[in-house]
């Protein structure tokens, strides 16, 4: 069974521009959900997407958005971007987001951005 | 607000040893605590799974215990080897279907 891919793998920006990330999840899982991961904030939760409805959201401005497809992919878009949103993006997937459900996280995209 | 706390700095220990992390928590009751494991550049790897009603749980060389009064979970690695180095992070959930919310992690270093 493939794993979660995500692409680009890295990504260079620069301030002011937008960007939009993918994440294919593994066959048959639907739950796919989004985590910023840098050093000295570590893994925050973004958004979590399940049957193309976002069912939860964290802790981020509107300039942090998401969609999910029918087919379950997802991406995720980020307009404006400042220098802070440097960081490793996460998409992780499930075939049920409940809470002991395991998730199984992507090799990221590396976003830097200038 | 909610508060996960694992020790910033790295643990180094000789090859053979036992490995012990802590990740402590505070302001938050969850259902469910996660360990994973994540190598440099790669995404985290889900290792164990322990619920608020258990008090330990193994797998193999790994064990994880879980204390909702101390508020304290450890993450033991038995017989520790080089290939164990990585950063272990613990991630705490509510039931239902909430979100992980999770610790920045340890480095763990096993020596040769």
């Known amino acids: 069974k493939a794993g979660v891919t995500q692409t680009p793998r890295y990504l260079i920006k620069t301030r002011g521009q937008q960007v939009t990330l993918s994440c294919s999840p593994i066959?048959?899982?639907?739950?796919v959900s989004w985590y910023q991961q840098t050093p000295g904030q570590g893994l925050q939760f973004l958004f979590e997407?399940?049957?193309?409805?976002?069912?939860n959201k964290g802790n981020f401005p509107g300039r942090f958005s998401g969609r999910q497809f029918s087919n379950s992919r997802s991406e995720m878009n980020v307009s404006t971007l400042e220098l802070g949103d440097s960081a490793l993006y996460l998409c992780?997937?499930?075939?049920?987001?409940?809470?002991?459900?395991?998730?199984?996280f992507g090799p990221g995209t590396r976003l830097t951005v200038l | 607000s909610q508060k996960i706390e694992q020790n910033s700095e790295a643990l180094n220990i000789q090859e053979g040893k036992t490995a012990t992390l802590t990740c402590n928590y505070t302001?938050?009751?969850?259902?469910?605590l996660q360990w994973y494991r994540q190598d440099p550049g790669r995404g985290p790897v889900f290792l164990l799974l322990?619920?608020?009603?258990?008090k330990e749980k193994r797998k193999e060389r790994l064990k994880v215990t879980f204390d909702t009064t101390l508020k304290q979970s450890l993450f033991h690695i038995t017989a520790s080897q080089p290939a164990d180095s990585a950063t272990y992070l613990c991630?705490?959930?509510?039931?239902?279907?909430?979100?992980?919310?999770f610790g920045k992690g340890t480095m763990l270093l096993v020596s040769p």
């Open positions: 322990i619920r608020e009603n258990e």
């Open positions: 302001n938050y009751s969850p259902a469910y």
């Open positions: 066959s048959g899982h639907r739950s």
């Open positions: 992780a997937s499930s075939s049920n987001r409940g809470p002991t459900d395991t998730q199984y």
């Open positions: 991630a705490l959930t509510n039931s239902g279907y909430s979100t992980l919310t």
């Open positions: 997407y399940f049957s193309e409805t976002q069912r």
